[in-house]
C-alpha cells in the first residue's frame, strides 16, 4: 500500500514538469517582447528591463526555464501586470472562495447524484429509473452559464428570494452552488446507474443471492461497494469540471474566485496572473486525482498489493 | 438408492420462459424429476439445454421478469414457487445451497473470504461474529485449504482456482443444507484440480449426508460421482436412469450419441471407427424443431417424430425415456 | 426445413445471421431516444443548411428602433439590443456551432486517433514521452485548457477552433491507446504479426475497426462538448466575437439585459441545450447499440 503511494507520487513529477514547461513556453509564445507582456501595458522602460533582467530573459532559454522554476519553488508567480501584487497573493486571496463553492458543489452532487444512481439502477426501466435518466441528460446538456441565468431570473427576478450575485450572506452561496453542481450531479447519477447495472449483473451478485441474504445487503454491501469503485474516479474528474466550471459560474454571479480572476486577466492581457492561475488550477487538479488513487486503494483491494 | 420414500426435491411441470424482445424463449419446458434425500443426481446436457435454468428457478435466483416461472418445485413437500421473497431467502444458502461454474467470478472481489462465508452463517444460524469467523476458517480447513486462518483473511484474487472453488463450496455448505446444487462445479478448473474438488465433494457429501444436483455435461465427473442420471434436451428430460444402467445400456439416441463421442485412446486402432459425432447443432432458442425435439439430428428418425412429441415411457421403476422408439 | 421449426419468436423475422454493422443499424433504430436525439441533430444540421432559406436578411445588421423587443409575430423570439431578430441569430448561429462542432472534432480525430494508435501499437520510448504529454495536457481540466490555450492565440472563431480541438486531442489519445492495447494482445494480431504483415497494414485493417466503436461514441459526445465549450469562451468574450452570431457569445451580450429582457438570453441557451442534448442522446444510443457486450 505504502509502495502503491509512493508511486503514484512520483509518477506526478514529470507532470508537474510538464505544466511548468508547457506555461512558461505559453508565455513565450505570445507575440511580442515577454518582458513587456509581463509588465503589462502600464510599466516604464525601467520596469521592462527590470523584468527582462530578473527573469534572465536575455539569457539562453533552459537557464530562463530553470530561473522560473527556481520562482516556482519559492512560490514567486510575478507580479500582476494590472494591479502590481503579487500574483500568488491576487489567487491566495480569492482561492478558498473556489474552494468553497467547489466544496459544496461535489458533495451535494454525491449525496444526491450517488443515491439516485442507485435507486435508478435498482429499478431499471421503471418511471422512477426513467425520471433519473433524463433529468441526468438534462443536466449534462445543459450549458452552466445559461442555467446560472436561468436561476437568477426564477429566484432573482420573478421571485426576489435570492441574491443574483456577489457575496455576503449564505444566501449568496446557494444559487452559484446549485448551478455549479447541476452537471456534476447529473453526471455522477448517470456513472452510479451504469456501474451499479453492470455490478448487479456479475455473478457475484447471484451468488450472494443464492445465500439469501437480504437484498439490501446485497445492494449495499456486495454491490455499492464494488460500484464505487469506477464512480470514484469520476468523482475526481468530475472535480476538475468544476474547476472549469466555476470560471462560467463565478462569471454569472460575480461571486469574486479564481475563476473570475482569470477571466478579467484574460480580458486585460494580465499574463503573469492568466500563467499563476492556470498553472494553481493545474496543480490543484492533479494533486486532488492522486488523492483519488489513493482512495481507489483504500476500496479497492486487488489494486492494493500488486 | 432411491426406494419409495418421500422425494426431497420433487420438480413437477417446470417451465421457466424468457420473454425477450425478439420472442419467447422456452428454455425449460415441462421438466420434472426428483432428487432423494442423500444421493447425488446428475443432470447432464449440452450448452443450452435448460440445466442451469433449472437449477437456478429452484432458487428464484432469475429476475423475473423477462423470466417466468411455471409450475411445482416441492422441497419437503412445500412449493417453492410459491412462498415469498422472504420466505424463499431463508432457504436459499441454508436448506438449498448452490455452487456456480466460474469461481474467479463467483466469489465478491472486495470481500475477503473469511467475510464471505461467515455472513451466511451470521445470517442463517445467528452466530455472532467471532464465532462465525471460526466457523468459516473451520470449514476452509473441511475443503483442504491449508492454512484457513490465514487466508479467511484474504480477497479472492489472491487465489488459485482450485482453491477458489473450494471456498465457494465451503461457502454453500456452512450452514449445512440438505441440497447442494452444483452448476459445473469442475468445468472451469484444470483436470488435475478438477478430481480435488470432486474427492472433497465426495468426502464432504459423507460427512454432510447432503443431496447433490450435479450439473454439467461432463460424462466422466458424472461416472465419478452420480448415482443416478438425469439426461436433457432443448429444455426437456429425454432420459433418467441409474448411472451404471445409463453408460451401459443408453436407450435415448441423444444419450447414445453423447457416450459415443466421448474419446477412447485406441479406439480408432481397435475398431476402425472414427470419433462419433452428433450431426447437426443444437436448435436455436427461437426455434424449436416441431415433434420431437431431436429429431433432426436423430439417426433412427420415424416419421412420427417430425409431427408429434414422444411420450414419456416408463422401462422400470428407475428409468424412463423420451422417445418414440421406446413406444413400440 | 421451416416446416419443421416450431417458430416462438414474433412474427415472420429473419433469424439468418446478419453483420454486425447491421445488427447495430437495428438495435439503434428500435432506441426511440437515440432516434430523437439524431432527429435533433438532424433539424440543426438541417438549420444550418438552409439558413439563408429560414431567415433572408442579415441576421447580424442592426436596427436599433426595435432594440430589446419582447417576441412579437413579427419576431418570434424577440431582438437582441441592437434590434437583430434573435431567432434569425439563433439560425445562423447553428451554422457558427456545428462548424466548430465539427472542427473541433476533426483536429482531436486527425491527431489524437494516429498519435493514439502509435502510442499503443509501438508502446516502449514513444509511448512514454507520448503519454507523460498526455498526461500533462490532462493535468488542466479541459475548458480551462482551451481557456489557456485563447489566452495564448487570441480571440475568434479559428482560433477558439484550434483550442478546443487541442484540449480534445488527448482525450482521444487515451482511448485509442487503451482500445490498441487491448486489440495488440488479440490472437488475430499475433497471426498477421507471424505471417509477416507490414505493421501499417495491422494498424490500418486490424486494429482501427476495433477502434472506430469507441471512436463513434465519443465523437457524437465531444461534439456536443465543442458546442459547449464554444459557447462558453463566447460567453465569457473571448470566444466567437460580435457580430458573428454564437449561441454563448449572444448569451453573454444578453447577460447585461437579463433584468429588463430576458428572453435575449434565454433562447439561445435553449439553442445550445437541445444541440447538446441531441449529441449526448445520440452518443448514448450508439454506445447501446455498438457495445457487443449487450448484444440481445
Not at chain 3, 495488440?184 to 485493417?205: F, N
Request: proline share 6%; glycine share 8%.
Amino acid at each position: 500500500m505504502f509502495q502503491y503511494v509512493i508511486k503514484r507520487l512520483l509518477s506526478i513529477i514529470p507532470v508537474l514538469f510538464g505544466i511548468s514547461l508547457l506555461l512558461f513556453f505559453m508565455l513565450r509564445a505570445l507575440p511580442g517582447d515577454p518582458a513587456q507582456v509581463l509588465a503589462g501595458q502600464m510599466a516604464t522602460p525601467e520596469d521592462i528591463e527590470h523584468i527582462r533582467h530578473q527573469l534572465g530573459l536575455d539569457k539562453p532559454v533552459y537557464i530562463q526555464y530553470a530561473v522560473f522554476l527556481g520562482q516556482l519553488a519559492k512560490f514567486d508567480l510575478g507580479r500582476s501586470a494590472r494591479t502590481q501584487n503579487p500574483v500568488i497573493q491576487e489567487i491566495w486571496a480569492r482561492l478558498p472562495n473556489t474552494i468553497l463553492l467547489a466544496v459544496v458543489a461535489i458533495t451535494l452532487a454525491c449525496l444526491f447524484g450517488i443515491p439516485a444512481g442507485i435507486i435508478s439502477a435498482t429499478r431499471p426501466y421503471t418511471f422512477l429509473d426513467y425520471l433519473v435518466t433524463a433529468a441526468a441528460l438534462f443536466g449534462i446538456s445543459m450549458p452552466v452559464f445559461w442555467l446560472g441565468l436561468m436561476l437568477v431570473i426564477v429566484f432573482s427576478v420573478i421571485l426576489p428570494w435570492l441574491p443574483a450575485g456577489g457575496t455576503g450572506s449564505w444566501k449568496h452561496v446557494i444559487l452559484p452552488s446549485i448551478t455549479l453542481t447541476a452537471f456534476v450531479v447529473a453526471f455522477i447519477a448517470r456513472m452510479t446507474r451504469s456501474s451499479m447495472l453492470e455490478v448487479l449483473s456479475q455473478d457475484y451478485t447471484t451468488t450472494a443471492r443464492s445465500k439469501g441474504l437480504k437484498e439490501k445487503v446485497v445492494v449495499i454491501k456486495h454491490a455499492l461497494k464494488n460500484a464505487l469503485i469506477p464512480i470514484i474516479t469520476v468523482v475526481g474528474l468530475q472535480f476538475g469540471m468544476l474547476l472549469g466550471g466555476a470560471v462560467l459560474t463565478e462569471t454569472v454571479f460575480a461571486w469574486p474566485g479564481v475563476g473570475r480572476l482569470i477571466v478579467d486577466s484574460i480580458l486585460a492581457r494580465d499574463y503573469p496572473v492568466i500563467q499563476g492561475t492556470i498553472l494553481i488550477f493545474g496543480l490543484i487538479y492533479t494533486l486532488v486525482n492522486l488523492m483519488v488513487d489513493v482512495i481507489y486503494a483504500f476500496v479497492d483491494p486487488r489494486i492494493r498489493y500488486d | 438408492m432411491n426406494d419409495t420414500k418421500k422425494p426431497l426435491l420433487a420438480i413437477e411441470a417446470l417451465h421457466t420462459r424468457f420473454h425477450t424482445q425478439d420472442g419467447v424463449v422456452n428454455a425449460v419446458d415441462g421438466v420434472d424429476f426428483n432428487v432423494y434425500q442423500g444421493e447425488t443426481l446428475g443432470l447432464v446436457g449440452e450448452s443450452g439445454c435448460g440445466k442451469s435454468v433449472t437449477a437456478l428457478s429452484i432458487l428464484q435466483l432469475l429476475r423475473c421478469p423477462p423470466a417466468e416461472i411455471q409450475g411445482n418445485i416441492r422441497f419437503e413437500g412445500v412449493n417453492l414457487l410459491n412462498l415469498d421473497q422472504e420466505a424463499i431467502r431463508k432457504v436459499r444458502g441454508s436448506a438449498i445451497s448452490m455452487i456456480f461454474q466460474e469461481p474467479m467470478t463467483s466469489l465478491n472481489p472486495v470481500l475477503t473470504i473469511g467475510e464471505q462465508i461467515s455472513e451466511a452463517v451470521r445470517l442463517h444460524e445467528g452466530m455472532r461474529y467471532q464465532e462465525a469467523w471460526k466457523w468459516a476458517v473451520n470449514m476452509l480447513q473441511m475443503v483442504q485449504i491449508s492454512g484457513p486462518r490465514a487466508r479467511a483473511r484474504e480477497y479472492p484474487h489472491k487465489l488459485s482456482g482450485g482453491m477458489r472453488q473450494r471456498a465457494m463450496i465451503a461457502m454453500a455448505l456452512s450452514c449445512n443444507p440438505q441440497l447442494l446444487l452444483a452448476d459445473e462445479p469442475t468445468t472451469a478448473l484444470d483436470v488435475t484440480i478438477q478430481a480435488q474438488i470432486m474427492d472433497i465433494m465426495v468426502r464432504l457429501k459423507e460427512e454432510f449426508k447432503t443431496a447433490i444436483v450435479l450439473i454439467t455435461h461432463d460424462l466422466g465427473v458424472i461416472a465419478e460421482m452420480a448415482s443416478r442420471v438425469v439426461v436433457m434436451y432443448a429444455g426437456k428430460v429425454v432420459e433418467e436412469a441409474p448411472v451404471k444402467d445409463l453408460f451401459k445400456d443408453p436407450r435415448h439416441p441423444y444419450t447414445r450419441g453423447l457416450l459415443g463421442s466421448i474419446p477412447v485412446i485406441g479406439h480408432k486402432a481397435q475398431t476402425g471407427r472414427r470419433l462419433q459425432e452428433i450431426p447437426g447443432i443444437v436448435p436455436r432458442p427461437l426455434e424449436t424443431p416441431l415433434g420431437c425435439r431431436f429429431h433432426p439430428r436423430c439417426s433412427s428418425v420415424m416419421d412420427i417424430c417430425r409431427k408429434q412429441e414422444p411420450p414419456m415411457i416408463h422401462l422400470t421403476e428407475y428409468r424412463r425415456v423420451n422417445c418414440w422408439l421406446e413406444a413400440s | 426445413m421451416t416446416d419443421t421449426i416450431r417458430n416462438t419468436a414474433d412474427g415472420d423475422r429473419d433469424h439468418s445471421p446478419i453483420s454486425p454493422f447491421r445488427r447495430s443499424w437495428f438495435k439503434l433504430k428500435r432506441n426511440k431516444v437515440a432516434l430523437f436525439g439524431g432527429f435533433l441533430i438532424l433539424l440543426y444540421i438541417l438549420t444550418a443548411l438552409l439558413a439563408p432559406v429560414l431567415f433572408p436578411g442579415n441576421p447580424s445588421a442592426p436596427n436599433l428602433i426595435m432594440a430589446l423587443e419582447t417576441p412579437s409575430l413579427k419576431h418570434p423570439l424577440g431582438t437582441d439590443e441592437l434590434g437583430r431578430s434573435i431567432l434569425g441569430r439563433i439560425i445562423y448561429g447553428s451554422r457558427v456551432s456545428l462548424s466548430i462542432a465539427i472542427g473541433v472534432v476533426s483536429v482531436g480525430l486527425f491527431i489524437g486517433v494516429p498519435l493514439g494508435l502509435i502510442s499503443g501499437y509501438y508502446g516502449g520510448k514513444t509511448d512514454f514521452i507520448l503519454q507523460r504529454i498526455t498526461d500533462t495536457l490532462l493535468a488542466f481540466p479541459g475548458f480551462l485548457l482551451a481557456l489557456g490555450l485563447v489566452a495564448v492565440l487570441g480571440v475568434g472563431l479559428k482560433n477558439a477552433m484550434v483550442s478546443i480541438g487541442i484540449a480534445m486531442i488527448p482525450l482521444y489519445i487515451r482511448l485509442v491507446r487503451g482500445c490498441t492495447l487491448a486489440v495488440r494482445e488479440e490472437i488475430y494480431v499475433e497471426a498477421a504479426k507471424a505471417v509477416g504483415t507490414r505493421d501499417t497494414v495491422i494498424l490500418l485493417r486490424h486494429i482501427l475497426p476495433n477502434v472506430m466503436v469507441p471512436i463513434t461514441v465519443q465523437t457524437s459526445l465531444s461534439m456536443g462538448m465543442g458546442i459547449l465549450f464554444a459557447a462558453g469562451l463566447g460567453f465569457l468574450g473571448i470566444g466567437v466575437q460580435p457580430p458573428t452570431p454564437e449561441w454563448g457569445t449572444m448569451l453573454g451580450s444578453g447577460r447585461s439585459y437579463l433584468f429588463h429582457a430576458p428572453h435575449v438570453a434565454t433562447f439561445p441557451g435553449i439553442a445550445i441545450f437541445l444541440a447538446v442534448l441531441g449529441f449526448n442522446l445520440l452518443g448514448d444510443g450508439l454506445r447501446d447499440a455498438l457495445d457487443p457486450r449487450f448484444k440481445l
